[in-house]
């Protein structure tokens, strides 16, 4: 379960979006859009002036090769993100030089979009600056070297503002991307708890079907197996009398029994549930316990505070688990049951004088599914509870529950 578990969070985390990945992905288009512009203009106004095959098929093989990069650039970035501005940079001026009147048109074009690109791989001003002024320099020996004077600073003051645009356009754009990333992220972290609430709840409901069908049918059927006990135990006796008694104990303790099962099945047990006072739904079961095993029960019960739904349907099977034990397990004479309430809590003790158990040893034995409810039911009504047993001397069950837990009827 905990291998399933991490395998799906695993799952989970790769749906979550890179930002830096993510960024580059959605500005791909835009780029390479501008690039086929940029491009086209090139070629057609080369070609208007002094026509160059070889050079714009050359041209041609540079800008494709351009794009592409531009397109895999997640992958290149693996090897380093100054690898990806060299080869970038190689390009554009490899394929300025190739046409020598668009020479001016594919720098000032395609150096601002390689800037613009390089916010959304670093998305840091140091780090984007620096590609800036690198480029910048190189721009500037390139004009100056293949231009005259006057062009060249016509050409460097353009670049600058292009740069200024390009790099406007490109934070309010990444921001927008980054904006969108959160949200994704968001949503699939939503998803993923949601998927957390959906296994607790699964978790939830297969403890309280666990809970419901031993506290139902086990219960019912271990009841109804000492009372059979009870009836051959007088059969053998000869005291028929006493064994029809007990007969039609059984007979009620059967229809209890079904239509316990019935109620959870149909998931009955709820608010709407028809009221039923603690104390006498208690002094049933005693009285029902006695008749069917014999063992004397004594009472004391003293609550003033009215006491919630959720705790009569957990604390009456408590109570009910607990007779249970000691009718199969106990060999006692005698059981006490106190029920008391005082600072806002109410305290259940059931205590037999039976030959005991060792707590540790029966907790780490399967099959013991009655103990393991009563935990449960107490942890439920936001109570603790505690076991004391010494062999040959008897088993105390103490449980306290806070009287504000639940609905109060």
């Not at 501008?34 to 203009?41: A, V």
């Not at 780090?127 to 910048?136: A, D, R, T």
């Not at 197996?225 to 059969?235: C, K, R």
Request: aromatic content about 8%.
């Amino acid at each position: 379960m905990g291998k399933q578990s991490n395998e799906q969070d695993q799952d989970v985390d790769l749906k979550i979006y890179d930002g830096e990945g993510d960024r580059l992905t959605i500005s791909r288009v835009p780029i390479i859009l501008w690039i086929i512009f940029i491009y086209i203009e090139g070629i057609v106004i080369q070609n208007i002036t002094t026509p160059l095959p070889i050079r714009s098929l050359l041209f041609s093989l540079a800008i494709a090769l351009h794009v592409l990069l531009y397109w895999h650039v997640r992958k290149i970035l693996h090897y380093g993100s100054w690898i990806f501005f060299i080869i970038q940079a190689g390009i554009i001026f490899l394929s300025a030089f190739l046409l020598p009147f668009s020479f001016p048109i594919m720098l000032i074009g395609l150096i601002p979009i390689l800037i613009g690109q390089s916010i959304g791989i670093y998305y840091q001003t140091k780090k984007v600056v620096l590609v800036f002024v690198g480029f910048y320099l190189l721009f500037c020996l390139a004009m100056i070297w293949y231009r005259d004077g006057e062009h060249s600073v016509l050409f460097i003051g353009l670049l600058i503002l292009i740069v200024i645009i390009v790099a406007a356009y490109s934070i309010l754009f990444y921001k927008q991307v980054n904006a969108r990333i959160r949200i994704q992220n968001f949503l699939t972290e939503l998803e993923l708890a949601h998927q957390k609430v959906e296994e607790l709840t699964l978790a939830n409901e297969r403890q309280r079907m666990a809970r419901d069908l031993h506290d139902t049918l086990a219960q019912g059927l271990a009841g109804l197996i000492m009372q059979l006990e009870a009836i051959d135990a007088h059969m053998i006796k000869g005291s028929s009398q006493r064994a029809h008694e007990i007969v039609q104990q059984s007979m009620s303790q059967a229809r209890k029994a079904l239509a316990d099962s019935r109620r959870a099945i149909d998931n009955l047990r709820s608010k709407s549930a028809s009221e039923v006072d603690f104390s006498d739904a208690v002094r049933e079961e005693a009285q029902r316990f006695t008749m069917a095993t014999g063992i004397r029960t004594a009472l004391n019960i003293k609550m003033k505070s009215s006491v919630s739904r959720l705790l009569i349907e957990h604390g009456l099977q408590i109570i009910s688990e607990c007779l249970t034990n000691v009718g199969k397990h106990s060999y006692a004479k005698n059981v006490w049951i106190n029920i008391l309430d005082q600072q806002d809590k109410i305290t259940i003790v059931v205590r037999d004088d039976g030959k005991g158990f060792n707590p540790d040893i029966i907790a780490r034995r399967s099959g013991h599914y009655g103990l393991i409810g009563i935990h449960e039911r107490a942890r439920l009504l936001g109570g603790t509870i505690q076991i004391n047993s010494t062999v040959q001397e008897g088993t105390s069950i103490k449980i306290e529950v806070p009287l504000t837990k639940g609905d109060v009827s």
